[in-house]
Structures are given as structure tokens and as C-alpha cells.
């Protein structure tokens, strides 16, 4: 199907209606006065009048590390949450490195997320407190710091930390005053920098557990949707016993106690399976434990979203689960787990991929009657310099070496001597934020979108992505000049639910895309469906439903590739292909009522320069052979699930 273009400025507002008004009560119980309020003869001229349903996306960051971590700050962050905070308001910035920089545009919400271990440990390590000093560690550490080896601190550090070989004489813990201390300040730093219909700062936190005796990644983010008042009550959770676990499952028992104490509201969401070696989407034990009913609960309860995309790689799909898919070999981190300790297996794969999960899932609740992968989609930076600068043209790395700087396309990342795998810095990806289609910018909307999964996330660009599914969409709504209405009044939007088909009937899905203003044009929209088959197996087909320009799929089925407008030398393109919108309707021609199933949108950009490329322009740099200069952003909704009547 064919792009249908609509004049920008109309696209615009049409993305971003809401639709009718909410009726809480039966009709039966208003008079007549009321009845003509709820239930006017004539609707109202200004169509945006009585809007309960969300307006527009909120762009934002769920995972961003300040000094206040210990990776971070022993890596040369020297930034507070405070800078975090101003940047991401769109101020001007020094950053560690001394360089000057600025966001393209505020962003509209953040939530800082240090580590919840070792909170205060940083500052203390770089001041050289006596504790610090007479301990050989800490000592070793401090005059790493000083004689500018922080890097080589940094992840000495972690691998210790992860090994569990930490020198718990100089590691702050709850319940200390050097831990507390640095908790209210950042806890304060949030609460100054909130500014509710403006700018929304989150208190939030990393618990970072490592599984396996090493670095495999179960790091989870906890986002509070409270304020200091009931935050403050309960100290972050951790990972080290006796106070703290690695188990996630002895985390949701912290967040229940949490919420049942103060009467407050969390979330968590996962990240980066793609480093936890098979770890991340268990589907037989975890942690020695048959999974069962009640693991999957808990899981489903507390872990609304999950971060598909940020700087350590890419976590929709892999080419060796998707072998059908052109576009899954997408910033791939396959190498091994977090600190290269333990490399990959092919066998690691099916647990480590959101798209993988998702079907997993199926099989699960068919198995237990809960989907513990029943997760809605965001994208973060993981950024430990306190800057959200991910778009290509403006990144500033993941940690403060990584900032800016002739080298990056030539020195290592991270590598382990011992397995002698090596991630080159040209490897971090530029990526990404997350989107949040909520009614107002406040902690409390904010966050209920969250919890309903109405988010989708992005590589970096700011583009605007509708996804809503029903039984009644038809071709005309996709002409529609406020296709919101249509989706909130006919269909559900992402991370809603479908249930009993209607007899005869097939899931019509209404999608718009557009594209970000100061952004490429888009490629192509596709609609990627799972399900699970009579038989118990998963399958997975994508589609395109919307594309730009008059290609047509050839005898493989496959939309033949956009075109490439990419100018590598002077780190440039051209908007003269693609689409600046797209919409359409898509009917699914293979649907089986009986079969439970799961729906996402994936929007493709045109190829652009990657960061690599505006590296080499900048600092007048070759790149080695293997480098990647342009690169195809994406943004992927949260899915829409299909259950059948049981």
C-alpha cells in the first residue's frame, strides 16, 4: 500500500486529536439539562473541545546516570543530576570533557537513574576520605582517578562489583548516612527541577543486579510516580546481600512493600537482554526456580515497559531468530555478556530479544494463564555522562572518555584479555528516547501512560507514530483528517488489547506516521505480527502496510529498499525520497480467531549519516573499513495483543 499524503501542518494537528469524552456514569441517571452536556445534539465547533485522550507524544529519557554512580563517576562524570536536569531542559551544558553542549530541543521529561548500589561512593573515592584511602582497593582506585586512568577504574571496578569482590569496608550501604545523604539530594534535585505542564522530573533509580557470577545484565529502572514525601520513606533497593538481591523477583517484593508502606505508585522495566546471556526472558526456571503462576504475575504486575533500544545495542530482533527480516541486524551487540566475561552462544539468543519475548510470552500464558512479556516499548540513552545527546549529528558517547574526541572511531570500548573480545566505541549506539502518549505533561499522566503501555520508542528522532487496532477501521479512515478520533472511538491505541473476534471478522489496524520536523523522511511502516499456533509454536511475519513513493513488492514479497541519499564525505542527505507522512489501514489476511496473537508498528527512516560519519567530518578523521557511516532510525510502538475467547 501507498503512502496517502496529507499537507504537513494538517498531519500535525490531525496526530494530535483526542477523541470523545469519557462517560462515567450510566446515561439513565442524568435529567435532561445533564444528558444535552454528555450527550450533545450537536457537537461543539472546536473539535479539540472536551478532550480526554492524548494530544500529543511526550519525548523523554527513563535511564540517564549522573556522577552519582559509581561506573560513571569513576569514568570522569563530573556532572550532578541538577546539569542533568537543565539540559535536558534544553540549557547549554559544560560537559566533563569541558566541551559546550546543547540539546536541538528540550526534551519533556527525564528521570535520572543511578545506581541504587553504592550510592555516595563516587565523591568519596575522588576525595580520598580516609576509609577510601585505607583501603587497598579504594586507594588503588583513587590514584587510578588521579592520574587520569578513570576508564580503566570504571571498569575495574564493575567487574569487581559484579564478582562480588567489592571491599564492603568502603562500598556505602542503606542505612548509611553517606548512602542517605546522596538519596535526598537526588531526590531534591528532582523535585526542583519538576515543573508540572512543562517539564516533568521523575524519581527513579538502577538496580543493578548481575547474574552468573559475573556480567550477565538483569539491570532493571525503577520510576517512582510519586514526590519526596513518600519517596524518601523507603531507600532504593540493591543488590548485595544482606540488604539487597540479585533476584528481580526479590525486588517486586520490594516495590509491593514500598507501595504498601507509603501508598505510592513504581514501575520497573528491564533493559539490554541483549547482554544478559540468555538470562533476561526466562521461559523454564530462573535463579534455580521452575517458573510458575506466580512468577509470571509478578513479572506482568511490575515490569510495564521494557527498553528495546540504547547505547549498548539494539534490542528488538536478531537476524539468527529473524532470518526473513532485512532490517533486524540493527546495531547488534552479540558479542557477549555485559563486560565480555562470558562470550555468546546461539543458544542465549531466544531469551535475550524483545521480539522473541513477545512470543515467548504467548506460550506462557497459554502454558499459565498469565503473559509475564505482556510489556509496552520505550527506548532510552543508559547515558553516564548526565547529557541526553543522542541524535547523530550530536552524541556524546555513554561515558565521559567517549565524549567528543579524534579517537573514537579507533579505540576500544570495552575488552576482556582473558575471552579477547573487544567492543569498539564506534560500536555504542546513538540511541534513544522514549515517547509517551499522555494527556498532560505531569509526573501522574506521564506515568499512567506508562503503566497502560501507550509508548513506543525511538532511535533518537522526535517522529510521530500512531498505532491503533479494532474490528471496524475501513479504508476511509484513513483519509480521515483526525484519524485520533477515529482510533480512540473505533479501536484500542498501543499497548491496548483486542478480545473475542467478532464472528467473520479480522483485526484492522489504523497507522500514521510523522515524520520529525527537523528529521529525514520516512521509508516505510510495518506492522510485525506474532502468534501462537494450535500446536503450541510461535511464528512471527512482518509486513508492510505503508511505504513511500510507487515501489511495489517484488516476487519475494519484499518492498524493494528506499534509495540512498546519503553524502558520507560531508556527512549529509537529502529529503528527496521518502515520505514526510504515512498512513493507511491494514487489515490482517491471515487471522485465525483461535490463535492468541500480538501486533507492533515499526517505522523506517531513510538513511542518514550515522555518528561515525559526522566523527569523521568534524575532527577530519578516517574511518577503518568496517565502520558503519549511515545508519536507518526506527521507532517501534508498543504491540496491541489478540486474545481469544477461551
Same mark, same amino acid.
Given at each position: 500500500?501507498?503512502? =496517502? ?42 473539535? /479539540? ?15 540517564? *546516570?549522573?556522577?552519582?554512580?559509581? !561506573? ?9 543530576? @541538577? ?12 560537559? &566533563?570533557?569541558? #566541551?559546550?553542549? %546543547? ?25 580520598? +576520605? ?15 582517578? #588521579? ?112 507501595? #504498601? ?9 528491564? *533493559?539490554?537482554?541483549?547482554? &544478559? ?14 517458573? !510458575? ?7 506482568? =504486575? ?15 530482533? *536478531? ?54 512479556? =505482556? ?22 558517547? =555513554? ?10 572511531? &579507533? %579505540? ?5 584479555? %582473558? ?57 476511509? !479512515? +484513513? ?46 511502516? #510495518? ?6 499456533? $494450535? ?20 516476487? !519475494? ?13 560531508? $556527512? ?8 514526510? @507522512? ?31 560519519? /559526522?566523527?569523521?567530518? /568534524? ?16 521507532? /517501534? ?10
Amino acid at each position: 500500500m501507498k503512502s =496517502k499524503f496529507i499537507p504537513l501542518l494538517l498531519v500535525i494537528t490531525m496526530l494530535s486529536l483526542s477523541a470523545l469524552p469519557a462517560m462515567a456514569q450510566d446515561a439513565g441517571s442524568y435529567d435532561a439539562a445533564s444528558l444535552e452536556k454528555v450527550f450533545p445534539s450537536k457537537p461543539p465547533y472546536s473539535p /479539540y473541545a472536551g478532550s480526554k485522550f492524548p494530544m500529543r507524544p511526550f519525548f523523554g529519557d527513563t535511564h540517564l *546516570h549522573t556522577a552519582n554512580s559509581l !561506573d560513571a563517576g569513576a569514568a570522569g562524570c563530573r556532572l550532578s543530576p @541538577e546539569d542533568a536536569y537543565r539540559f535536558a531542559k534544553g540549557e547549554e551544558v559544560t560537559s &566533563s570533557t569541558g #566541551q559546550q553542549a %546543547k540539546l536541538s530541543r528540550p526534551l519533556d521529561f527525564l528521570v535520572v537513574t543511578d545506581h541504587s548500589d553504592g550510592m555516595g561512593f563516587m565523591p568519596q573515592v575522588i576525595g580520598g +576520605a580516609p576509609q577510601i584511602m585505607a583501603d587497598p582497593q579504594g586507594r588503588k582506585w583513587h590514584e587510578m582517578i #588521579q592520574a587520569g586512568k578513570g576508564s580503566e577504574a570504571a571498569f575495574d571496578i564493575v567487574r569487581n562489583y559484579s564478582a562480588k569482590t567489592i571491599s564492603m569496608n568502603i562500598l556505602p550501604m542503606p542505612g548509611t548516612s553517606a548512602y542517605g545523604d546522596t538519596w535526598q539530594k537526588i531526590m531534591h534535585a528532582a523535585e526542583e527541577a519538576n515543573d508540572p505542564g512543562r517539564f516533568t522530573a521523575f524519581i527513579g533509580f538502577e538496580w543493578t543486579a548481575m547474574a552468573g557470577g559475573g556480567g550477565n545484565n538483569l539491570h532493571r529502572n525503577v520510576i517512582y510516580r510519586d514526590g519526596i514525601e513518600k519517596a524518601s520513606q523507603v531507600e532504593p533497593y540493591t543488590t548485595l546481600p544482606p540488604l539487597g538481591s540479585i533476584n528481580p523477583e526479590d525486588l517486586w517484593k520490594w516495590m509491593e512493600a514500598y507501595e #504498601q508502606k507509603t501508598g505510592g505508585n513504581v514501575l520497573a522495566l528491564a *533493559h539490554n537482554g541483549n547482554v &544478559s546471556n540468555g538470562l533476561m526472558f526466562p521461559t523454564v526456571e530462573a535463579f534455580g526456580k521452575k517458573i !510458575d503462576r506466580h512468577y509470571v504475575e509478578q513479572r506482568a =504486575k511490575w515490569e510495564r515497559l521494557y527498553e528495546v533500544t540504547q547505547m549498548k545495542g539494539d534490542g528488538e530482533a *536478531h537476524p539468527f531468530l529473524s532470518p526473513n527480516d532485512e532490517f533486524a541486524d540493527y546495531e547488534t551487540w552479540d558479542k557477549g555478556n555485559l563486560d565480555l566475561t562470558e562470550l555468546k552462544k546461539p543458544e542465549m539468543l531466544k531469551h535475550e530479544y524483545a521480539r522473541e519475548a513477545l512470543k515467548n510470552g504467548l506460550r506462557l500464558e497459554a502454558e499459565l494463564g498469565v503473559n509475564p512479556y =505482556k510489556f509496552g516499548l520505550v527506548g532510552s540513552t543508559d547515558s553516564h555522562t548526565a547529557l541526553t545527546a543522542v541524535e547523530e549529528n550530536n552524541f556524546f558517547g =555513554k561515558v565521559a572518555p567517549g565524549e567528543p574526541n579524534p579517537h573514537r572511531l &579507533s %579505540k576500544p570500548f570495552m575488552q576482556d584479555p %582473558k575471552t579477547g573480545a573487544t567492543i569498539m566505541e564506534w560500536e555504542v549506539t546513538s540511541s534513544g528516547y522514549a515517547a509517551v502518549w499522555a494527556t498532560e505533561n505531569t509526573r501522574e499522566s506521564i506515568f499512567d501512560a506508562m503503566e497502560r503501555r501507550e509508548t513506543y520508542a525511538t532511535t533518537g528522532p522526535r517522529m510521530i507514530v500512531r498505532f491503533f487496532g479494532g474490528w471496524d477501521f475501513t479504508a476511509e !479512515d +484513513a483519509n480521515n483528517r483526525m484519524p485520533a478520533k477515529v482510533g480512540y472511538t473505533k479501536g484500542v491505541p498501543m499497548g491496548g488489547d483486542l478480545k473475542n473476534a467478532p464472528a467473520g471478522k479480522s483485526p484492522t489496524f489504523l497507522v500514521a506516521a510523522l515524520k520529525d520536523p527537523i528529521g529525514a523522511n520516512l521509508d516505510r511502516y #510495518q506492522i510485525i505480527k506474532g502468534w501462537l499456533d $494450535a500446536e503450541g509454536k510461535v511464528h512471527e511475519k512482518i509486513y508492510d502496510v505503508a511505504w513511500s513513493g510507487d515501489r511495489q513488492p517484488g516476487a !519475494d514479497g519484499k518492498l524493494p529498499p528506499v534509495g540512498n541519499t546519503v553524502d558520507v564525505q560531508n $556527512a549529509n542527505w537529502t529529503n528527496t525520497i521518502g515520505a514526510t @507522512e504515512l498512513i493507511a489501514v491494514w487489515k490482517d489476511p491471515d487471522f485465525d480467531p483461535t490463535q492468541s496473537a500480538f501486533y507492533y508498528g515499526r517505522v523506517i527512516e531513510i538513511p542518514t549519516p550515522r555518528w561515525t560519519a /559526522y566523527d569523521a567530518k /568534524y575532527f577530519g578523521e578516517q574511518a577503518p573499513e568496517d565502520v558503519p557511516m549511515t545508519t536507518q532510525e526506527r521507532a /517501534y510502538t508498543s504491540p496491541i495483543w489478540y486474545t481469544p475467547e477461551i
